[in-house]
């Protein structure tokens, strides 16, 4: 299942009044930021990638997706930025169908670039993050009959499946500032929703939740969806309570597996979707993303 990190302000990037006030908002689940003087037409002289799909963790806020976005305008000012939200109701209760036609502007904006020339850099936070990848690489395949053409993906904090306990703390998260009113119905439900998660992703058969588990675990491994050429840079802590490193590490297995090349970074005191937080801090995390793009381009 999805997780959220907790309600704290990252560090370092200056974030604006108004987060994400000079991004679009093109439908309520897909954002859009288009640096100045900016050309669909990409500059082929430069090895920066020119559009960051920023797929964010769920239910997280503006002030914290736009450090990431900030973040990326400093190291690559010239990369438009797609960013695509996920919400708990989304996530788990609409049908698949409907979680694609969400994310129709989001492939829309990636088709408004001339694909021969996009460089396209993926960042999708937790299991909410890379469930949209896999809702946007399904409809891009749909429409042009080609993989989503990324140079490298960033999983961060992600690659997990539902673990009672860890679900658990994931959805308490947002419930921390609930009157005791609100969050008795609230943690009620939240143990309900998280057993029958449970149950059936490990008793029942796996076509019963294709749709909410094993369809995106397994299609963000597809090379039919994801370029085959694209290099997946793994970033995890064993201090992340809201997801397994085990099973990050068994996800990027099977990305090689699968012909991905595969790096991983394992960061030591670091929470979920707070990578940046642990031992080497922002400097570390960064570098490890500016390194895996400079991979995905064949930079030596």
């Avoid at 008795?184 to 294709?210: C, G, H, L, Q, R």
């Avoid at 309570?241 to 005191?269: P, S």
Wanted: net charge positive; charged share 20%; hydrophobic share 40%.
């Amino acid at each position: 299942m999805p997780s959220r990190t907790e309600d704290t302000s990252p560090p370092s990037v200056p974030i604006p009044l108004k987060p994400l006030a000079q991004f679009k908002r093109l439908s309520p689940t897909v954002w859009l930021y288009t640096p100045p003087n900016y050309s669909t037409t990409s500059q082929t002289s430069s090895l920066a990638p020119t559009t960051i799909l920023l797929c964010s963790w769920m239910n997280a806020v503006p002030k914290h997706t736009a450090y990431y976005a900030n973040t990326y305008m400093t190291l690559y000012p010239q990369a438009r930025i797609i960013l695509v939200t996920i919400n708990t109701m989304q996530f788990l209760f609409h049908p698949e169908s409907k979680r694609r036609a969400d994310i129709k502007a989001a492939v829309t904006a990636l088709l408004a670039a001339d694909q021969s020339t996009d460089r396209l850099l993926i960042h999708a936070l937790s299991n909410g993050g890379n469930r949209r990848v896999y809702n946007i690489s399904s409809v891009y395949r749909s429409l042009t009959g080609n993989p989503l053409p990324a140079k490298i993906w960033i999983v961060d904090s992600a690659g997990g499946i539902p673990q009672f306990r860890r679900d658990i703390h994931a959805l308490q998260v947002p419930a921390r500032q609930f009157s005791w009113f609100v969050w008795i119905p609230y943690m009620a439900f939240a143990y309900a929703v998280v057993s029958m998660v449970y149950v059936t992703v490990n008793w029942m058969p796996e076509w019963f939740w294709y749709e909410l588990v094993w369809g995106p675990y397994k299609g963000n491994n597809d090379p039919r969806l994801v370029d085959g050429n694209c290099v997946k840079g793994y970033v995890y802590s064993k201090e992340d309570e809201a997801m397994d490193w085990r099973d990050t590490e068994r996800h990027a297995r099977v990305a090689e597996e699968k012909g991905y090349r595969v790096v991983m970074k394992l960061i030591e005191g670091a929470g979920h979707v707070q990578m940046f937080r642990g031992k080497g801090g922002e400097q570390d995390y960064w570098g490890f993303i500016e390194k895996i793009w400079k991979l995905g381009v064949g930079f030596k």
